[in-house]
T-cell receptor
Framework: DGGITQSPKYLFRKEGQNVTLSCEQN?????MYWYRQDPGQGLRLIYY???????QKGDIAEGYSVSREKKESFPLTVTSAQKNPTAFYLC???????????FGPGTRLTVL | SQQGEEDPQALSIQEGENATMNCSYK?????LQWYRQNSGRGLVHLIL?????REKHSGRLRVTLDTSKKSSSLLITASRAADTASYFC?????????FGAGTRLTVKP
């Protein structure tokens, strides 16, 4: 089964903690993306990566970090510097940036 | 920042009726895409229309694009309760994809 997976589905974070959200794809896609979605709103781009070992900041990168050591994996770390991290996080991948994006099922992060 | 703006924000119709959602955008585009999101899930790609195309069909979906007005519309014909979801337009330009805030469609059985 080809697809894109995210884990965990739900994540709870205490104040001052860093947490890492997993995103894995077996679609052999080059480009991967992280988006944040707040209730009733669209998607805002956090980070994206076009190739392994390279990534760029999106519109709301502050308080987040990523790595792209393998083509299949693009984990997102939400650091303690992100003051309002409670949101729904979506990972996506695509063969080329102008093509359709394939999305994972999302991770809902809540700060306690 | 978001590029596309969907209209209306919410739409409620009866099963069997047609649903029309609109998207307006501000800059040039290479293509415009429509996605669907069921509550609490990831987005699913529905259809892509290139900037040199005016209309595209896929099953019960019809998308139009008017680049002079910088607008697009998504028509779902003969709607079903299972079409209940949020629908987003996304514009692509110069390696940059932007999503709108979405239209929440409710189809009543």
């Amino acid at each position: 089964d080809g697809g894109i997976t995210q884990s965990p589905k739900y994540l709870f974070r205490k104040e001052g903690q860093n947490v890492t959200l997993s995103c894995e794809q077996n679609l052999n896609h080059d480009a991967m993306y992280w988006y944040r979605q707040d209730p009733g709103q669209g998607l805002r781009l956090i980070y994206y990566s076009q190739i392994v070992n390279d990534f760029q900041k999106g519109d709301i990168a502050e308080g987040y970090s990523v790595s792209r050591e393998k083509k299949e994996s693009f984990p997102l770390t939400v650091t303690s510097a992100q003051k309002n991290p409670t949101a729904f996080y979506l990972c996506a991948s695509t063969t080329a940036s102008y093509n359709e994006q394939f999305f994972g099922p999302g991770t809902r992060l809540t700060v306690l | 920042s978001q590029q596309g703006e969907e209209d209306p924000q919410a739409l409620s119709i009866q099963e069997g009726e047609n649903a029309t959602m609109n998207c307006s955008y501000k800059t040039s585009i290479n293509n415009l895409q429509w996605y669907r999101q069921n509550s609490g899930r990831g987005l699913v790609h529905l259809i892509l229309i290139r900037s040199n195309e005016r209309e595209k069909h896929s099953g019960r979906l019809r998308v139009t694009l008017d680049t002079s007005k910088k607008s697009s519309s998504l028509l779902i014909t003969a709607s079903r309760a299972a079409d209940t979801a949020s629908y987003f337009c996304a514009t692509y330009w110069n390696n940059d994809m932007r999503f709108g805030a979405g239209t929440r469609l409710t189809v009543k059985p």
